[in-house]
């Protein structure tokens, strides 16, 4: 089973995607990396720094006419979420990533911290798609209903039948609708894990404090350190993965 981390990202992200490397490189060892590049000076960028496991692709390399279509009427961020899903069904359909391949999206603002070899041994095999509660504090319950129960900043999947499935579906559903604003239940395209668990099979809510943590949940819990360069969420070792920098649910 290999495994891969995909995510997309411009100029204006670029420092944070590289943070994300370095860290995946760290803490999920081996792993495949996949990058989107959504402007020519973060794919020049990337090319020369000449990153190791790291295979780049344009928008235009995706062969994607909808796609392509659809980025002429959506901001650029309503455009990185459109392209998210279409990125990962372009990969999945390809013969570089195969059926019982663990696949991590993972946002370009994201930072592992500690070893996520538990998500990737144990976990990510026993389920066809892993998501993350958002795990709003109290009081801010409401907020499910404003941006989703699920934050779509880190998913991950394991290839069967299901996964890919859904990952065609949500591909397919952005196309059609993916903007940044709240509208029959739909915002970007978040709001769409919402369903998963009832069209899918295999889906797992993912309980682990310290997996896409960030500032929406962060006020659950007491945050320090447990050693040198260690973090600790109510005392407990953070010891899969830790998302600090994402600024928006």
Known sequence: MAT???????????????ALYESAKKHVPGCQFWF???????????EE???????????????????????KGRTQGEFAFTAKSNFLRYLVESDSVKENDAVIWADADIL??????????????????????????TGMEHM?????????GMIFFHIDDSSKKCIREWAAQCIEWCFHRLEDGK???????????????????????????????????????????????DGEPIDELFAALASQP
């Not at 915002?187 to 500032?215: E, F, I, R, S």
């Open 4 to 18: 891969h981390l995909v995510t997309l990202f411009d100029m204006n992200y670029s420092a944070r995607a590289l």
């Open 36 to 46: 989107l590049y959504l402007d020519t000076g973060s794919k020049k960028l990337i």
């Open 49 to 71: 720094l000449k990153l190791e496991r790291v295979r780049g692709f344009t928008v235009e390399e995706l062969h994607n006419p909808e796609l392509e279509t659809v980025r």
């Open 112 to 137: 592992f911290y500690s070893s996520a070899q538990h998500l990737v041994q144990e976990v990510i095999p026993q389920h066809s798609i892993i998501v993350t509660p958002h795990k709003f504090p």
């Open 144 to 152: 499910d209903d404003m941006v989703g129960k699920y934050n779509a």
């Open 187 to 233: 915002l970007g395209d978040q709001m769409y894990l919402n369903d998963w668990h009832k069209k899918y099979g295999g889906v797992y809510d993912l309980p682990d404090k310290g997996v896409n943590a960030g500032t929406w949940n962060i006020l659950n819990y007491s945050m320090g350190r447990s050693g040198p360069g260690s973090f600790a969420l």
